[in-house]
């Protein structure tokens, strides 16, 4: 069963209740009966192993592919070696 927790509106005041899914959920305060909502936290994601970073998806002769030549190393033609 999970817990939720709630907050009040009228006076700021926290508190949790476990409560099963299809159960309406608390509509007031038990401390001043005001107006009380759920809190919606963020969950925490953890990823583990391959293919999560950038790196992890590339294929490498892609990547070599549209790579340019190396500056300062010029190439030369079939017709310029005989020269």
Known sequence: MPTYEYECGKCQFRFERKQSFDEEPVAACPQCQGKARRVIHSTPVIFKGSGFYSTDNRKH???EE????AKGKEEVSGKEKGK
């Open 61 to 63: 002769g892609k990547s």
């Open 66 to 69: 549209h790579k340019e030549p």
